[in-house]
């Protein structure tokens, strides 16, 4: 059997889905987008009234995609075909119509001619929507191109992100936050808040077990659908899931990007978020949003009921006074927000034991580079973004260090990120983050990889000095799953890449040295010894080897009995959807909830609306 080359490899279990064909349509600016879109538009109404499903799938281009995020099931599924979307019709939806409206999702010009492809050749008409479904509504967008003088939809793309009954209580909205005249049993906003957190006489319908940006945006999603909710967290404060990781860490995202549910990063933010100023900014946040937090706080015991539909949660809760309480917890949902990754991959090397230096240890355990350490020695296991940031840490410092890269590496300069992974979507001066969102979310994930492709293209010629300079230094790069580049690595790998922030530079001048090819055989006592043979001298050594997938920490958390019910996570299935994340992960009353910012701010919401959905009996466990 054929070994899978690492450039190539994807989660365990994941669809390496196909890259999209362009479809081939003919620039026309004299064409009136709005009559194109109100005549599809309305054919496609007309026919869902019928149930005509043949109809409606002959809307579409042959391999035309209908993307859906609870718009018509409980669920995220991408049609491909007529093939598909006729079977996908006749098993039944709750999506009614679809409308387009200047004003709605957010203001906008309606439908317009633009290009879907870089280079401009492939033309058509896009238009956002309002999703009306049986439950409520959400945004959508649509992309028709013109096809033997017909136009067609390429993609469509519906959701559903508010309940009917169920609105969130933002803009006209608001609470009053007082209650005028004669009240006797009146509490200030203090003692209530105190109430509401400790959780005095009642349980949360919701757990959340961690208090990152997973756990903080979740529980505000909840809290603006008043879904009682309590995150716990075993680290002593808010934030510390990035105050206690390695002391240069700095976001490689963009702060365009990088912005929680409902309060924006203020405009003089700096570009890239030091890790100690993000996590003073999530305690903040959470703390303005009034969102229950017990820091301190570990899950002892958890069990499932069947009958009862609902979890008995134990949970050991050390107060600031010292005090230790226990609370058994009735939630009838729990969600596990412990980051995308499980476990860490920590090697057991042979002689460790034996290792005579000061630092041996995980990236995750690594607190920073000794200061004026010249003359010390360092080895590096790993080639990715903590083993590259942890390595110019070492050499800023004076160290003599060395990277072990085992297989090649994705590469992608900090400003190729900016230019093309993130403009014009997240920019400075770019669209409101919701409509950003919605543009980056729509397109089916094969779409999304063919665009990828191209923008890849443009990335090698851009980054080729610092690509060969690698390349020649020892350090191997490559391009990713169907050369696709970094960002399709990270959805169909979770790793395996470098956000170039300057330690490319280190390597090509020789500051940073690089042995390629070959893993570890041994720790010595002064250093490390490779396949090859050969040896490395070492005061420190750091295993930047990352984590495993994060179902492991399902099984840490809930045991094997609820962990054998989650298949593994991350990566695409074979519709181009994320597998388990955000999704009903295979155990009733159980969520998993990651990702990036970005995600956690988008996909929180969806979360959030499922979750609702559940208690209020409008869907299935």
């Not at 008409?125 to 013109?146: A, D, F, N, S």
């Amino acid at each position: 059997m054929a070994t899978i080359p690492s450039s190539q490899r994807v989660v365990p279990g994941s669809v390496d889905i196909p890259i999209a064909q362009w479809p081939t349509s003919t620039k026309d600016d004299t064409v009136d987008a709005l009559a194109v879109v109100t005549e599809v538009i309305g054919s496609l109404n007309e026919s869902l009234s019928k149930k005509a499903h043949t109809a409606i799938a002959d809307l579409f281009i042959e391999k035309g995609y209908w993307r859906d995020h609870l718009g018509m099931t409980w669920d995220f599924r991408t049609m491909k075909g007529r093939d598909k979307i006729i079977p996908f019709l006749h098993k039944g939806h709750h999506l009614i119509d679809v409308q387009f409206n200047k004003d709605y999702p957010f203001k906008n010009n309606g439908p317009k001619i633009v290009t879907f492809r870089g280079d401009g050749s492939s033309p058509g008409i896009e238009c956002y929507l309002r999703t009306g479904t049986k439950h409520g509504l959400g945004p959508g967008l649509v992309r028709l191109v013109q096809e033997s003088g017909k136009w067609k939809i390429w993609f469509l793309y519906t959701s559903m992100n508010e309940l009917h009954d169920h609105p969130e209580p933002v803009g006209p909205l608001r609470p009053n936050g007082v209650q005028h005249g004669l009240n006797i049993e009146r509490k200030n906003w203090l003692d209530r808040r105190r109430a509401e957190s400790n959780f005095e006489g009642q349980d949360p319908d919701v757990l959340i077990i961690g208090s990152g940006q997973a756990g903080l945006s979740l529980q505000a999603r909840l809290k603006m659908l008043n879904v009682p909710t309590l995150a716990i967290d075993v680290s002593e404060n808010i934030g510390d899931n990035w105050r206690n990781r390695y002391h240069q860490l700095v976001l490689h995202d963009a702060v365009w990007y990088d912005h929680m549910p409902y309060i924006n990063f203020p405009d003089f933010w700096p570009i890239f978020t030091p890790k100690d100023k993000l996590a003073d900014f999530l305690k903040s946040y959470a703390e303005m949003l009034e969102l229950n937090v017990w820091n301190s706080t570990s899950l002892e015991y958890s069990s499932w009921d069947e009958k009862k539909k609902e979890w008995t949660a134990v949970l050991k809760r050390k107060k600031k006074d010292g005090t230790v309480e226990v609370r058994v917890m009735h939630p009838k949902h729990i969600v596990q927000a412990t980051g995308h990754s499980g476990k860490k991959n920590a090697p057991d090397f042979k002689g460790m034991e034996n290792f005579k230096g000061d630092v041996l240890c995980h990236s995750s355990e690594f607190r920073g580079a000794k200061k004026d350490a010249k003359g010390r020695k360092a080895v590096v296991i790993g080639a990715c973004n903590s083993a590259l940031d942890i390595s110019h840490d070492f050499c800023e410092n004076g160290y003599d260090v060395t990277i072990v890269q085992r297989s090649s590496t994705t590469v992608m300069t900090s400003k190729s990120v900016l230019d093309l992974l993130l403009a014009p979507s997240y920019c400075e001066g770019g669209p409101p983050v919701e409509e950003a969102d919605l543009t980056t979310w729509a397109k089916p994930g094969e779409v999304y990889k063919a665009i990828q492709a191209d923008l890849n293209d443009i990335q090698q010629v851009r980054d080729k000095e610092i690509l060969e300079g690698l390349n020649k230094a020892g350090f191997k790069t490559d391009r990713g799953p169907m050369d696709c580049g970094l960002w399709l690595k990270y959805l169909q790998r979770g790793g395996g890449y470098y956000i170039d922030v300057g330690a490319s530079q280190l390597i090509i001048d020789g500051k940073v040295k690089v042995k390629h090819g070959f893993g570890i055989s041994e720790i010595l006592p002064h250093g490390v010894r490779l396949e090859d043979g050969t040896e490395l001298e070492a005061d420190e050594i750091v295993c930047a080897t990352g984590y495993q997938n994060m179902r492991t920490a399902t099984e840490v958390i809930f045991g094997e009995e609820v962990a054998s019910k989650v298949p593994n996570v991350w990566g695409y299935d074979e519709e181009g959807e994320t597998r388990v994340m955000w999704r009903k992960s295979g155990h009733p009353g159980l969520w998993l909830h990651g990702g990036n910012l970005a995600m956690c701010r988008y996909f929180s919401r969806l979360v959030a609306i499922q979750i609702t959905a559940q208690l209020k009996g409008l869907s299935e466990a």
